[in-house]
C-alpha cells in the first residue's frame, strides 16, 4: 500500500505563495494523481490532478494561480500555489485523482490571513 506525506503549508498573508509536497512510499507513475483540500465545516475538493500523460487540470477557484507537477523520479508530486486567498485556507492531501485508491495522509495545513 502506497503511503503518501504531504508537507510544506503554513500561514501566508494573502498575495502570498507556497509550494506543497507530497512524497509517496512507491512509485506512483501509474498512476493520475491530484491534490484535494478540506476546509474547516466542508467537505474535500478536487484542486488539482496531473495524469500519466501529463495533461493538467484544475479547480475553477485556482486556475491561473496554482500549477500542479511531478518528479516521478523522486516519486514526489508538487503544488506550486501563487497569489493565495483567505478561502485557500484549508488542510491539502494528495491522492490518486479522479479516484482516490490510497490511503489518506495526514494532510499538510495552509492558512492565509494577514
Known amino acids: 500500500q502506497v503511503k503518501l506525506v504531504e508537507s510544506g503549508g503554513g500561514l501566508v498573508q494573502p498575495g502570498g505563495s507556497l509550494r506543497l509536497s507530497c512524497v509517496a512510499s512507491?512509485?506512483?507513475?501509474?498512476?493520475?494523481m491530484g491534490w484535494y483540500r478540506q476546509a474547516p465545516g466542508k467537505q474535500r475538493e478536487f484542486v488539482a490532478r496531473?495524469?500519466?500523460?501529463?495533461?493538467?487540470t484544475y479547480g475553477d477557484s485556482v486556475k491561473g494561480r496554482f500549477a500542479i507537477y511531478r518528479d516521478n523520479d523522486k516519486n514526489t508530486l508538487y503544488l506550486q500555489m501563487n497569489n493565495l486567498k483567505p478561502e485557500d485556507t484549508a488542510v491539502y492531501y494528495c491522492?490518486?485523482?479522479?479516484?482516490?485508491?490510497?490511503?489518506w495522509g495526514q494532510g499538510t495545513q495552509v492558512t492565509v490571513s494577514a
Open positions: 491522492n490518486s485523482a479522479p479516484t482516490s485508491v490510497f490511503a
Open positions: 512507491e512509485s506512483t507513475l501509474r498512476y493520475n
Open positions: 496531473s495524469t500519466t500523460s501529463g495533461i493538467k
